[in-house]
């Protein structure tokens, strides 16, 4: 077991899967001898040649579009984005092509790929480096969505991307790249696509996020007097989600508070919100909360602390679901 | 170096058999014999001619409702049958736009499954084991990308025999995905011919609306690719600028651009009416250009075709594509379960709920949650 | 007043608008001397000449990049999407750029631009010619979105979307193109972006929907025991969503389905679903009922008829929610 | 026409003022004067000067966190400075990408806008009523378009008098929208130029990796643009190709393409360290290209420089930077309401409601809704 960040134990999982499997190749911006921007893929173009850690040409578009091409070809490729912002110009290859290439072929051509990109605020960083459009990705069928928020979940869930035979997009917040360590196992081990994690049980209300907003829940929670008992449940997957965990948790304590980085409408906790209410409606004892980023573009980061529900807002969504 | 020449280039044109059906023997002809024989030139005229057979069906096909909207091949066939003659069926890969049916046959596709693309049916796309080729793709311009993936996956495996052919309009120049695919494949210097129909015409929008360039080729410049300018309804040039360039594509394991310089005799699709937006006189003009016509008049002066052989092959292929259309619309009708099975290896919860349940439920509502009172679930 | 089709009515507002202001600019693929795919923009050219009915190169980012210059310079252009599943390479200039501009320079620039886009299935298209992606711009800040499903709405909603100071997507359900005429007066009005429309009320239940599942759910209303009171709400502006008009009337019926072509999950019917929970959450009998397209790859047109919400789905869905 | 040749071009490379500050005079003179007077020359000396200065403080305000993420222009100083010199302030447009600073300041924009943009707060985007520039912009490649809707609002108004120049970096060619940009621009045939600074690098991806072809320049070719590459690190040479380049849009209301080669000599960004990706001899042999260094070396030569003026110079620079830092330090802190209020002409109702509640209420929740006990509204 060694102790490593977010971003150490996403390099070793690349490396170790790239070991295992010689069809794994990376490609992306800047993903060769610098590293990626976040150096997330630091030593690997040493260790496995620059055919198999490629540096691209700055285009998104081509990245996703040669990437379903490697990946119908019986590659394992893993592109990278440097930002969400720039998923932008490869949306288009995304939701039209590769989530749709095995359904449209019935199953003749499939597209094992895995799209690494950093996501969400909190970094300080300039504009259209801070959004968080999971939601997005979750409306567009045939695509899996996964966002880990701990070191140790990274690694598994990653290896299981790789390994998958469908198309994953694994957003890696990047508030937490550095942010703590964690005991991480030396060998390859996977946690399965799908499965939420109860990261505490508790009986009164249930909070449900996802990435870095994981640790300001948790804040929350310590801010909140001792006897409020809050299950906090770590989505680590978005799609396909696993109502199934969260709403045995709802039928519990009757109460969710749903918090999340992006915009209020539309986002994900609208579907969440949506799911409970259908599964556990007789259960409910107060409408479910959102708390989340306002309907505005992400601000630049002199406001963005102000935008991105911290631990004193989460708490007020708590108390108020609480007092309802 | 104060004021220097940095950069020069030029690009050919290449034509071998002229509009009347004559061969230029000085480029056509290699170690004293035309570089395609009588039979191999036949077999391309057939293979044209069944294509054209089977665009006249379908379009009454679409007519009469039993297709939707398609889109004629009529009047290119010799760019999709002269290139993909040259390249290696079962070795190389063929990455298709719309009008490339003949290529894709020729390369194994059985013919039915083209028409069940467009009589929307996925099962079209479901291409056979062993058969090199990707589905139609009709968003415009994102399919090059993918040719440049596996043409790189040959690359990167080292099988260096192989490569792989993608075809598009002069209107997919337009897109930025076919920038990015010739940026890319140029950079990663992968084995990939680039082959554009310059047909003139994206729906309404003329040559000149859609490019200010006299020719696609030089597009080709802007990422110092190898770049050729060809009479696209001459089938010796097609073949031997394909042949060509395939050679240089596995020789370097680089790319190369074709233009093939050719005309859309019918409309755009059968959802369009071409004469809102073009003349009659510019129809005729290419109509004389034909690439059939001429090279049914060189199989004449060969005297290696005759009228029989055409009535033959006349009947010939209205058997075959009567077959092609009875296979399309001989198999069963697609299920439900068909839009889910195929989402993902693995079904997730939600797919699997909403594929069993769609004929109890209105979906949203899971048929057996609390409250949902019996009499009406079944309703 | 003349009896329309939607596809006359939007013709006579751009007509109208175009006469009116000589900003006014239409720019796409084919919309020249051919009118566009669907002759939608029909005599346009003619009328108004080249230089303000502009055929483009086939480049849908181009298309509304270009539009926002001119935007930012002064002009109105109205650019048009082919098809919805075009918009896929325009996504980054509508989303990041379009959508941003007025908040990113504190409203020293500003983007008053309206895209045109036929939308939903239906009728019997190739591949990527029958998605329904509002929720996508639904969840992004900074555009406004309407999807009008009458010619007389559209004429209206078209007026105000080409004088909004904004940018707006103009959704047009193809369905509903040529389907039926309506008496749609000559003069110019507006009809204001985000306000509902209540089509028939009732006190048993309320439907909300919009674009051609209007017509199924009144075809579904149509099949119901005449003794069953339906409040069906056609939303025709997406995004400001006009939440006081659909609470105002769950608050009386306490029921609601939401009826949508496009995925279940994250549709708009999700953020519909969270919002009536939170607002009417002590009137709610029922949990909100969602019918909607099922969270696959909108098939071939052999299955979409399958696929889209149909009388009779919607049909159970109101009666399950009448059950509950 | 069997093979012939369709198409032809070759493209000039422009230096007048070479790296030890000698001139050509049968490039840069006219009418037996310098293209620059000795006053136009130092002027843009001191702007390059400035410009620099303020890169370096920049650098420094990051270091010690009162800043974020900064590019420094350094080095590439000239092409902004020469080609914003040759447009006309207030009647052209600039759409700049983010080493520009130069040019936008001569354009009009304060300079503590570039650093505000940079320290996170919008305003530093708020461009002043009549200053005729675009912000910063960070997403690469995208600007362009905009540029193409700027330059043909000019067309479309007859605006004749009029010109755009947009600028974007190697990388930036790489991008789908540039290709739609070149495009657009050349079949509309607007009144823009397009100004790439090709300073080598992307981030850490060289020229190579980036492209195959040995000259920008040369992408103009696919869309039958006039282009030219210049020394960008020569102020002369890129006046004269930009003023030019310029002529020739507003005469012919149509596009020109320029490469600037030049040299990033600093990090991408303050969040880049360049020495894992390049080397030092590399550097150090652009450094010695220094279009700063020659420039100095010119105006001596032409004896209206002196180490006086460069102390006077270097002190004023110092004293201005520190005067734009304290403007852009010193404006009051943004207030939440600010993110809401500019997100459109006229709020809806969800948008004043967050922005009314957002200290009142989690947001989700409608603070005056039923059941919320009042105790806890506050809390
Ligand atoms: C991305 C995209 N935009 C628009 C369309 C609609 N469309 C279908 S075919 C076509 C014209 C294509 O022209 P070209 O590439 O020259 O091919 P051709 O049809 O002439 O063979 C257009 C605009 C599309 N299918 N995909
Ligand atoms: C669409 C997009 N993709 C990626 C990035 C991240 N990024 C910022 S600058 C840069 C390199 C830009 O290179 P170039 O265009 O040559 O400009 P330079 O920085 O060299 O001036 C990259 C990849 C971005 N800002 N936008
Ligand atoms: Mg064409
Ligand atoms: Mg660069």
């Known amino acids: 077991m060694a102790h490593l960040t977010l971003v150490q134990a996403i390099n070793l999982a690349l490396a170790q899967e790239m070991e295992r499997d010689e069809r794994v190749v990376i490609l992306g911006e800047d993903v060769g001898i610098n590293g990626g921007v976040f150096r997330v893929t630091e030593g690997l173009v040493q260790r496995f040649g620059e055919h198999r850690v490629q540096n691209t040409p700055l285009d998104e578009s081509g990245i996703i579009g040669v990437s379903i091409g490697l990946a119908m070809a019986g590659m394992r490729p893993i592109p990278e984005i440097q930002f969400e912002g720039f998923l932008g110009p490869a949306y288009d290859q995304l939701v039209n092509h590769a989530a749709r290439y095995r359904n449209r072929t019935r199953g003749a051509i499939t597209i094992p790929l895995t799209l690494r990109v950093p996501v969400g605020g909190g970094i300080h960083a300039p504009e259209l480096h801070s959004d968080s459009p999971e939601a997005i990705y979750t409306h567009s069928p045939g695509l899996k969505v996964v966002m880990p928020s701990t070191p140790r979940d990274a690694k598994g869930l990653l290896i299981s991307a790789i390994r998958d035979p469908d198309p994953v997009i694994f957003f890696e917040p990047k508030r937490v790249y550095r942010s703590f360590r964690e005991e991480v196992p030396e060998d390859e081990y996977t946690i399965p696509i799908g499965q939420a994690k109860v990261v505490n049980e508790g009986d009164d209300v249930t909070v449900v996020t996802w990435g870095a907003s994981v640790f300001q829940c948790l804040e929350a929670m310590d801010n909140l007097p001792e006897d409020v008992s809050i299950e906090l449940i770590d989505l680590r997957t978005i799609d396909p989600i696993d109502t199934d965990t969260i709403a045995a948790s709802v039928e519990k304590t009757g109460r969710c508070v749903i918090v999340h980085e992006a915009p209020l409408t539309c986002g994900l906790g609208a579907e969440l919100s949506a799911r409970i209410q259908e599964q556990c409606f007789l259960h409910l004892e107060a409408p479910v909360q959102r708390v989340t980023g306002f309907d505005t573009v992400m601000p630049y980061y002199k406001l963005e602390l102000e935008y991105l529900p911290n631990a004193e807002r989460i708490g007020k969504g708590i108390r108020e679901c609480l007092a309802y | ?379």
């Open chain 2, 1 to 379: 170096m104060p004021r220097t020449t940095v950069y020069k280039a030029s690009i050919d044109y290449l034509q071998i058999l002229d509009e009347d059906g004559v061969l230029d023997e000085s480029l056509g002809m290699e170690d004293g014999r035309p570089i395609l024989s009588d039979e191999q030139v036949m077999y391309l005229y057939e293979q044209m001619w069944i294509g054209r057979e089977l665009d006249e069906i379908a379009f009454k096909l679409q007519r009469s409702g039993r297709m939707g909207t398609y889109p004629q091949n009529k009047g290119q066939e010799a760019n999709g049958a002269g290139s993909g003659f040259a390249m290696k069926k079962g070795v190389d890969y063929i990455v298709p736009a719309y009008r490339e049916n003949i290529t894709m046959h020729m390369h194994g596709l059985p013919y039915h499954y083209i028409l069940l693309h467009w009589m929307g049916d996925e099962r079209g796309n479901k291409i056979p084991e062993g058969v090199l080729t990707t589905p139609i793709s009709v968003p415009i311009g994102t399919h090059m990308l993918h040719a440049v993936g596996i043409a790189w996956s040959f690359k990167l495996r080292g099988e260096r025999e192989r490569c792989v052919i993608t075809y598009f309009g002069d209107g997919a120049t337009s897109e930025g995905d076919f920038h990015g695919a010739m940026n890319f494949a140029s950079t990663l210097s992968v084995p990939l011919i680039f082959y554009c129909q310059n047909n003139q015409w994206a729906i309404s929008v003329p040559h000149e609306q859609q490019m200010n360039s006299p020719t696609v080729a030089q597009k080709a410049l802007a990422y110092e690719m190898p770049t050729i300018q060809v009479d696209g309804n001459d089938v010796f040039a097609v073949y031997k600028a394909t042949r060509d360039a395939r050679a240089h594509c596995v020789e370097n394991c680089a790319p190369y651009f074709i233009e093939g310089v050719t005309y859309r005799l019918g409309d755009h699709t059968t959802a369009d009416d071409a004469r809102r937006y073009r003349s009659e006189e510019e129809v005729a003009q290419w109509a004389a250009k034909d690439p059939l016509i001429r090279t049914r008049k060189y199989l004449e002066s060969r005297e290696v075709w005759s009228d029989e052989r055409q009535l033959e092959l006349e009947g010939r292929a209205k058997k075959i594509v009567q077959e092609i259309v009875a296979a399309a619309e001989g198999i069963e009708p697609p299920v439900s379960d068909d839009m889910f099975v195929h989402m993902f290896a693995e079904l997730d919860d939600d797919l699997r709920r909403q594929c069993e349940t769609l004929r109890t439920s209105s979906i949203g509502q899971n048929p057996d949650q609390a409250g949902l009172k019996a009499e009406h679930q079944n309703a």
